[in-house]
Every structure is written in structure tokens, then in C-alpha cells.
């Protein structure tokens, strides 16, 4: 085993999950991609952030992909001596689109990629595997990892994700507002309980959603449908919660993306007009954006 010369560098693609009714469970890759360069150093850590996040977040080894590659080096039995990092952030923090899955799965890969070996002895699947322990849930970590849409969760045997194909009809949409939302502020709104009607309307349409997305797309409004956690969301993203509320109504397939506060819509056989009804649907301030499904995943380009 030894540690590979010269920069690897890795992209990691934005992801929106639950899609309304799949609560952790349901996630989807979206064509908008953070770029990580890495190389090993004979000793200290380097850290230079350009765009997301620049001046904001830490330059140390508490940053999450310095501890996502530690992670993939020591799962490896390898150490760096040092690090350079140079991360160039286009996923918008807290927004529901899987910046800190980015983050991870994008280190890991890195990590994984600084080892000569790295890659016959970390697979996708394993390297998603760990990437879930760190985040502790799987469905934006599982697309970010494999692209396309995934189904993913946890049961005795440990984390597992299933990849599909999307149908090539479905445009997603993403309206962003200006202000984040914290995850952990949007799950502690959730009550611990739920009906059991609610729970098992949402068990229908997140199957019906799975089929929708993957062959079916004239069954996305029905599909979108949730009772689980948006509503229970308003009061940290009331402006989102009307906006999906206002674009349903009008018959457009719209969720709350990730724990919010964006807003993905779900566009069937759009043609630019219907597009840009859509993207011209964000208030003032908010950007709006057309994103393909990304099927590749994570990437890495060895030196």
C-alpha cells in the first residue's frame, strides 16, 4: 500500500431527497456539481474553499471533507502526512441540496483516490456505506455517490441502496431561496408520531413515486404527494410551504427538496414555455434553475 503523487481531484453532484413522500429513504442526483482537488503534502493541512462557503466555514481539520478523507485513509490503514485541499463549492449551504453529502461522499472518494489502490479496495458501495455512517442517513449520500435516483436505507444487514435509471421525460427544476434552513432546526419540527392513515398514504405514494419517476411520469403529481413532514415544516420555511402548495395546485409536481427551504419541481414532457412558467413561479430573490438528473455520481480523475 502507498499513497499516490500528484493531485486527484473528484465531483460530487448536488442531490434533493425525500421527494415529498420518501422520507430518507428516496433521494435523486442532480446536475450540479462541487469540485475537490487533493494532494498529499509532506506535513501540515492546506485548506482553500472558493465559492460556497468561502469565509464561512472552518479551514481546519474539522472541515467535513478533511474528515471524510481522514475517514477513507484510515478505512484504507493508511495516514497522510499532510494535506492540500482546495474546494470549489457550487452547491448552496443549507438549502436542501445535499451540500454536506457533497461534501462527504466527495472527501471520501478523494481519500479514497490518494491511495494507489484505493479504488479496487473501496468500491462505490462500500465507500457509500461509510459515507452514511458519517451523514447517518443514506438517501442523499446513496444518489451523490451513484447518480440517477436511489432508494436507499438500513436494515439488519446494515446500509443498502438501490440505483434506477430516470425516465428521460422528467425535467427537475430548482427554485432556491436566499436564506438557508439548518437540518437539524427543519427535523426538530417533526412531531414523533404520525397518524396511521398519514403514514400509510405516504407508504402508497412513495412506491407509486419509485415507478412514477422511473417509468411512469404521468403519475408524479399523485406520486409527490406528502403527509409525513412538510407540513409540519412551515414555521422555519413558510414562503417554500406556499410555493409548493401554490405550484400542486396548479398541477405541477412540486416538494419541499431535502429539509429544505428549496422548492424541486417535477416537470413532465416540458416544453421551454412550461419551463419557464415554473422558474418564473420564485420570488423575488430567489434563484431558479433547471437541473438534469445526474447519472454519473461521484467522478474522480486520477494524476
Known amino acids: 500500500m502507498a499513497l499516490r503523487e500528484g493531485v486527484v481531484r473528484v465531483s460530487v453532484p448536488a442531490t434533493s431527497a425525500n421527494l415529498g413522500p420518501g422520507f430518507d429513504a428516496l433521494g435523486l442526483a442532480l446536475d450540479m ?8 503534502l509532506p506535513e501540515g493541512l492546506e485548506v482553500v474553499v472558493r465559492g460556497e462557503g468561502e469565509g464561512s466555514v472552518p479551514l481546519d481539520e474539522t472541515h467535513l471533507v478533511v474528515r471524510s478523507v481522514r475517514a477513507a485513509l484510515e478505512a484504507l490503514g493508511e495516514q497522510a502526512p499532510g494535506l492540500r485541499l482546495v474546494c470549489h463549492n457550487v452547491v448552496p449551504h443549507a438549502r436542501g441540496l445535499g451540500s454536506s453529502s457533497a461534501a462527504i461522499v466527495g472527501g471520501l472518494a478523494l481519500g479514497r483516490g490518494l491511495v494507489v489502490d484505493g479504488e479496487e479496495r473501496m468500491d ?31 436494515d439488519d444487514a446494515g446500509w443498502y441502496a438501490v440505483r434506477l435509471a430516470v425516465d428521460p421525460r422528467v425535467t427537475p427544476v430548482v ?42 411520469p404521468d403519475q408524479l403529481l399523485r406520486g409527490t404527494r406528502d403527509l409525513l413532514h412538510q407540513q409540519y415544516r412551515r414555521p422555519a420555511m413558510p414562503a417554500t410551504i ?51 438528473v445526474d447519472a454519473r455520481g461521484v467522478l474522480t480523475v486520477l494524476p
Open 33 to 40: 456539481r462541487d469540485r475537490l482537488d487533493g494532494e498529499v
Open 124 to 154: 462505490d458501495q462500500a465507500l457509500l456505506r461509510l459515507a452514511a455512517d458519517i451523514e447517518g442517513h443514506p438517501d442523499n449520500v446513496a444518489p451523490a455517490a451513484l447518480g440517477g435516483l436511489v432508494v436507499a436505507g438500513r
Open 175 to 216: 427554485l432556491v431561496p436566499p436564506d438557508g434552513v439548518e437540518t437539524e432546526r427543519a427535523r426538530g419540527l417533526l412531531p414523533a408520531e404520525v397518524p396511521h392513515t398519514d403514514a400509510a398514504a405516504n407508504a402508497g405514494a412513495a412506491a407509486l413515486l419509485v415507478a412514477a419517476l422511473s417509468q411512469e
Open 242 to 292: 406556499d410555493l409548493v402548495e401554490e405550484l400542486r395546485a396548479d398541477g405541477v409536481a412540486a416538494v419541499v427538496s431535502g429539509a429544505g427551504p428549496t422548492v424541486l419541481a417535477l416537470l413532465v414532457d416540458a416544453d421551454d414555455a412550461a419551463v419557464a412558467d415554473v422558474l418564473g413561479r420564485a420570488p423575488a430573490g430567489w434563484a431558479a434553475l433547471t437541473l438534469p
